[in-house]
T-cell receptor, first 115, second 107 residues
Framework: KAGVTQTPRYLIKTRGQQVTLSCSPI?????VSWYQQTPGQGLQFLFE???????NKGNFPGRFSGRQFSNSRSEMNVSTLELGDSALYLC??????????????FGAGTRLSVL | AQRVTQPEKLLSVFKGAPVELKCNYS??????LFWYVQYSRQRLQLLLR??SRESIKGFTADLNKGETSFHLKKPFAQEEDSAMYYC?????????FGPGTRLSVLP
């Protein structure tokens, strides 16, 4: 099985712009979670989608949003980018909903740089 | 709020020495505990989970509910163990990572 695929791998944007990141989960996995990884804050949970529904949300501003399609692929959107949004964004999929109990499989990440 | 602490940001040991990466959590219910590892230029991956009670790459971790700890141990560290290690807590449908400990195994 192919692993979790994130595109693009690298992005450079300027303040005020918006960006969309994409994640294709492992085939058959219906849960997709997004994380922000920074040197200062570590790994922070953004949100989780299961069967096209957002089931869980972390403590991030409304500028961060996401969605999931019927084929379980997910997108994350960040609007009005700020310098502090520069980070590695990780996507993880699991076979079932409820990330609390299930193994998550991570993608390689999208590195976003905001100038 | 539920949280995970890993007191050491960096842990350096010599090859062949024992290693223990500490993890404490705060959660009053029945937790699911995990250790994830990120080797250089590789993606984050599961190392082990407490319900499996298995040894992976020589690492073991025991859940101590009384001390709310899930420390990761290996009796003899190898250079290839150098990586970033994250302890993680799952509860209900939620998941939280600790800040991570960078393990450096010196030759």
């Amino acid at each position: 099985k192919a692993g979790v695929t994130q595109t693009p791998r690298y992005l450079i944007k300027t303040r005020g712009q918006q960006v969309t990141l994409s994640c294709s989960p492992i085939s058959g996995h219906r849960s997709v979670s997004w994380y922000q990884q920074t040197p200062g804050q570590g790994l922070q949970f953004l949100f989780e989608y299961f069967s096209e529904t957002q089931r869980n949300k972390g403590n991030f501003p409304g500028r961060f949003s996401g969605r999931q399609f019927s084929n379980s692929r997910s997108e994350m959107n960040v609007s009005t980018l700020e310098l502090g949004d520069s980070a590695l964004y990780l996507c993880a999929s699991s076979s079932q909903g409820g990330t609390g109990k299930n193994i998550q499989y991570f993608g390689a990440g999208t590195r976003l740089s905001v100038l | 709020a539920q949280r995970v602490t890993q007191p050491e940001k960096l842990l350096s040991v010599f090859k062949g020495a024992p290693v223990e990466l500490k993890c404490n959590y705060s959660y009053s219910g029945s937790p699911e505990l995990f250790w994830y590892v990120q080797y250089s230029r590789q993606r984050l991956q599961l190392l082990l989970r407490h319900i499996s009670r298995e040894s992976i790459k020589g690492f073991t971790a025991d859940l101590n509910k009384g001390e709310t700890s899930f420390h990761l141990k290996k009796p003899f560290a190898q250079e290839e163990d150098s990586a970033m290690y994250y302890c993680a807590l799952g509860y209900g449908q939620n998941f939280v990572f600790g800040p991570g400990t960078r393990l450096s195994v010196l030759p």
